[in-house]
C-alpha cells in the first residue's frame, strides 16, 4: 500500500504561509478525491482544502492552530486497496514549493494536482458526509466554522448543547440562532441586508470565550486577566496594510451631513419594486451608486500615487473597483465590484448582495481584494455618525457613510424631521488636493440629498 503526503500548496498568489483552522478528516478515515479535509486561513482568505487523493488517512502532520509554510507537508494518505492499476508503488507528494510553483516529482512517481488562478482548486470537490462517531473522533470537537464559533462566543451558546443541521453534520449560522432563541439569550435578531448584521462584527478585543471554544492562553502569572492573541492571518495583513498607508499617504478627511430622506424613500420604493423583489436592498446601494457618479466628476479621487523606477506618478483609472469594507469575524476584508460603473442599478444590487455574502462567510477570494480603486466603508453599522477611515493601500480615497437617523432640520424655513446621515472622506494629499476632496464628497452628499440626479 503506497503512501502519499499532501504538501500546502499556495493558495493565494505568492502568500507564504497559512493556519491550520480546522482538519475534517481524522486519522483512519477513508477519502475520496476532492473530499474536504482541511479548512486553512490566509492573511486573505479562508480556504477548504480538496483531497487530491482517495484512501485511508494516516497521519496529520500539522495541529490546528499551527502556522505552515507552503510546500510543508500537512498530511499523508495510504492509497485505498484496489485502486487504480498505474497508482504510484512508492511515496508521493501532492502540493507546491516553496515559492507556489508545484512542487517536482520525486524519484519513484510522485503525482501532481493543479490549482488554478488565483489558487483556486481547478476540480471542484463535493463536501464528504461524516458520521457521528468520525466528529467525535475528529480534534475539532464539535463540527462549525470559525464564524459560527464566533458568534456562538458572541451569544453565549454552547456549540455542544445544538443540534447540527448542516449536511456534513457540522453546526450552521442558522443552528446557533434558533438555539440562542429558544434559549432566550438573544432577543429581537434579525437579518437585515448587509451591511447592517451587527452580529458579523468582531471587535479588536475577543469576547470571552464558551465553554466549547478554546481556553484563552494566559500570559505570565496574570491568568485569567489576560489573553494572549496570536497576530496572524487577516489582522496581521490588514495591521501591516494600515500601518503603511497611514504612514506613507498623507490622511486628511472632510466630512458633510446631509438629508437622507429621499434615499431613504428610494430604498422603500426598490423594496416594493417587482424588478427588485428577489434582492435585498440598502441604503449601500444608493450610496454606491453615487460614489461612482462623483468619480466621473472628479476622477481624481479613484486615482493613486505610484512610485516607479524614473519617479512618482499619478495613475488615474478610468473604471472603478468599488471596495466595501467588511468587518467579519476573520479581520477586515476589503473584496471589490469589477468595473461597477458598468453595472444597471439593478445588477450593482445583485453584486453587493453578492460580495456581502461571500464576505460573511469569509470566502472572499485574493481576487476579490485585489485592483480596488476607491472604497466605501459603512461606519453607520457600528452607530457611527462620522469617522476618519485610513486609505485602503494602492487607493487614495475612501468615503464613510455614518448611521442614517431622524433629526430636527430645518426644510423651508420650518424645523422638520427627517432622515439624516454625515458623509465623510479620508485621501491621499498627494494626489488629489481638498478643495477636489470637497466638491467629490459634496457631489455624493447631493445624490443622497436627490436620488433623482442619478437619472442624469
Same mark, same amino acid.
Given at each position: 500500500?503506497?503512501?502519499?503526503?499532501? +504538501?500546502?500548496?499556495?493558495?493565494?498568489?505568492?502568500? #507564504?504561509?497559512?493556519?491550520?483552522?480546522?482538519?475534517?478528516?481524522?486519522?483512519?478515515?477513508?477519502?475520496? =478525491?476532492?473530499?474536504?479535509?482541511?479548512?486553512?486561513?490566509?492573511?486573505?482568505?479562508?480556504?477548504?482544502?480538496?483531497?487530491?487523493?482517495?484512501?485511508?488517512?494516516?497521519?496529520? +502532520? @500539522?495541529?490546528?492552530?499551527?502556522?505552515?509554510?507552503?510546500?510543508?507537508?500537512?498530511?499523508?494518505?495510504?492509497?485505498?486497496?484496489?485502486? /487504480?492499476?498505474?497508482?504510484?508503488?512508492?511515496?508521493?507528494?501532492?502540493?507546491?514549493?516553496?515559492?507556489?510553483?508545484?512542487?517536482?516529482?520525486?524519484?519513484?512517481?510522485?503525482?501532481?494536482?493543479?490549482?488554478?488562478? &488565483?489558487?483556486?482548486?481547478?476540480?471542484?470537490?463535493?463536501?464528504?458526509?461524516?458520521?457521528?462517531?468520525?466528529?467525535?473522533?475528529?480534534?475539532?470537537?464539535?463540527?462549525?466554522?470559525?464564524?459560527? *464559533?464566533?458568534?456562538?462566543?458572541?451569544?453565549?451558546?454552547? $456549540?455542544?448543547?445544538?443540534?447540527? /443541521?448542516?449536511?456534513?453534520?457540522?453546526?450552521?449560522?442558522?443552528?446557533? =440562532?434558533?438555539?440562542?432563541?429558544? !434559549?432566550?439569550?438573544?432577543?429581537?435578531?434579525?437579518?437585515?441586508?448587509?451591511?447592517?448584521?451587527?452580529?458579523?462584527?468582531?471587535?479588536?478585543?475577543?469576547?470571552?470565550?464558551?465553554?466549547?471554544?478554546? @481556553?484563552?492562553?494566559?500570559?505570565?502569572?496574570?491568568?485569567?486577566?489576560?489573553?494572549?492573541?496570536?497576530?496572524?492571518?487577516?489582522?496581521?495583513?490588514?495591521?501591516?496594510?494600515?500601518?503603511?498607508?497611514?504612514?506613507?499617504?498623507?490622511?486628511?478627511?472632510?466630512?458633510? %451631513?446631509?438629508?437622507?430622506?429621499?434615499?431613504?424613500?428610494?430604498?422603500?420604493?426598490?423594496?416594493?419594486?417587482? %424588478?427588485?423583489?428577489?434582492?435585498?436592498? /440598502?441604503?449601500? +446601494?444608493?450610496?454606491?451608486?453615487?460614489?461612482?457618479?462623483?468619480?466621473?466628476?472628479?476622477? &481624481?479621487?479613484? !486615482?493613486?500615487?505610484?512610485?516607479?523606477?524614473?519617479?512618482?506618478?499619478?495613475?488615474?483609472?478610468?473604471? =472603478?473597483?468599488?471596495?466595501?469594507?467588511?468587518?467579519?469575524?476573520? &479581520?477586515? $476584508?476589503?473584496?471589490?465590484?469589477?468595473?461597477?460603473?458598468?453595472?444597471?442599478? *439593478?445588477?450593482?444590487?445583485?453584486?453587493?448582495?453578492? +460580495?456581502?455574502?461571500?464576505?460573511?462567510? &469569509?470566502?472572499?477570494?485574493?481576487?476579490?481584494?485585489?485592483?480596488? #480603486?476607491?472604497?466605501?466603508?459603512?461606519?453607520?453599522?457600528?452607530?457611527?455618525?462620522?469617522?476618519?477611515?485610513?486609505?485602503?493601500?494602492?487607493?487614495?480615497?475612501?468615503?464613510? $457613510?455614518?448611521?442614517?437617523?431622524?433629526?430636527?432640520?430645518?426644510?423651508?424655513?420650518?424645523?422638520?424631521? *427627517?432622515?439624516?446621515?454625515?458623509? @465623510?472622506?479620508?485621501?491621499?494629499?498627494?494626489?488629489? %488636493?481638498?478643495?477636489?476632496?470637497?466638491?467629490?464628497?459634496?457631489?455624493?452628499? /447631493?445624490?443622497?440629498?436627490?436620488?433623482?440626479?442619478?437619472?442624469?
Amino acid at each position: 500500500m503506497s503512501t502519499q503526503t499532501f +504538501l500546502l500548496p499556495d493558495v493565494g498568489e505568492g502568500l #507564504t504561509e497559512a493556519e491550520i483552522v480546522a482538519w475534517r478528516v481524522a486519522p483512519g478515515d477513508d477519502v475520496a =478525491v476532492n473530499d474536504v479535509i482541511v479548512e486553512i486561513e490566509t492573511a486573505k482568505s479562508l480556504v477548504e482544502l480538496p483531497s487530491p487523493f482517495a484512501g485511508t488517512v494516516g497521519e496529520l +502532520l @500539522a495541529a490546528e492552530g499551527d502556522t505552515v509554510d507552503v510546500g510543508a507537508p500537512i498530511i499523508t494518505i495510504s492509497a485505498a486497496p484496489g485502486g /487504480s492499476s498505474d497508482a504510484a508503488p512508492t511515496p508521493s507528494v501532492v502540493g507546491q514549493s516553496e515559492h507556489g510553483a508545484p512542487a517536482e516529482p520525486e524519484p519513484g512517481g510522485a503525482v501532481l494536482v493543479g490549482y488554478g488562478t &488565483g489558487g483556486q482548486v481547478q476540480s471542484r470537490r463535493k463536501r464528504p458526509a461524516v458520521s457521528p462517531e468520525q466528529r467525535v473522533e475528529a480534534s475539532v470537537g464539535v463540527v462549525a466554522k470559525p464564524p459560527i *464559533r464566533k458568534l456562538a462566543r458572541d451569544l453565549g451558546v454552547d $456549540l455542544a448543547a445544538v443540534a447540527p /443541521s448542516g449536511p456534513a453534520g457540522e453546526v450552521t449560522r442558522d443552528d446557533v =440562532v434558533k438555539h440562542a432563541s429558544q !434559549a432566550s439569550v438573544f432577543r429581537n435578531i434579525e437579518t437585515p441586508e448587509w451591511p447592517e448584521v451587527r452580529e458579523e462584527t468582531i471587535p479588536v478585543a475577543a469576547p470571552a470565550p464558551s465553554p466549547a471554544a478554546a @481556553a484563552p492562553r494566559p500570559v505570565g502569572p496574570a491568568g485569567d486577566r489576560e489573553e494572549a492573541i496570536p497576530v496572524r492571518g487577516v489582522r496581521k495583513a490588514v495591521a501591516s496594510g494600515m500601518v503603511q498607508s497611514a504612514y506613507t499617504a498623507p490622511h486628511v478627511s472632510v466630512w458633510t %451631513d446631509v438629508d437622507a430622506t429621499r434615499t431613504m424613500e428610494l430604498v422603500r420604493r426598490l423594496k416594493a419594486s417587482p %424588478d427588485f423583489a428577489d434582492i435585498k436592498i /440598502s441604503p449601500l +446601494l444608493i450610496m454606491a451608486r453615487a460614489v461612482i457618479w462623483a468619480v466621473r466628476r472628479t476622477p &481624481g479621487v479613484n !486615482a493613486a500615487w505610484v512610485d516607479t523606477d524614473q519617479g512618482a506618478e499619478i495613475r488615474v483609472r478610468h473604471y =472603478v473597483n468599488l471596495g466595501i469594507a467588511a468587518a467579519t469575524p476573520r &479581520g477586515l $476584508l476589503v473584496p471589490n465590484i469589477k468595473d461597477a460603473q458598468d453595472l444597471s442599478l *439593478r445588477d450593482l444590487a445583485r453584486a453587493l448582495e453578492k +460580495l456581502t455574502l461571500t464576505a460573511r462567510e &469569509g470566502k472572499s477570494s485574493v481576487a476579490d481584494q485585489q485592483g480596488g #480603486t476607491i472604497t466605501i466603508t459603512n461606519i453607520g453599522v457600528f452607530g457611527m455618525d462620522a469617522g476618519t477611515p485610513i486609505i485602503n493601500p494602492g487607493e487614495s480615497g475612501i468615503v464613510a $457613510l455614518g448611521t442614517i437617523r431622524q433629526k430636527p432640520w430645518v426644510v423651508d424655513g420650518e424645523v422638520r424631521p *427627517r432622515w439624516v446621515t454625515t458623509v @465623510a472622506g479620508s485621501f491621499d494629499h498627494r494626489v488629489i %488636493d481638498g478643495d477636489g476632496m470637497s466638491r467629490f464628497i459634496a457631489d455624493v452628499a /447631493s445624490i443622497l440629498e436627490e436620488p433623482a440626479l442619478l437619472l442624469d
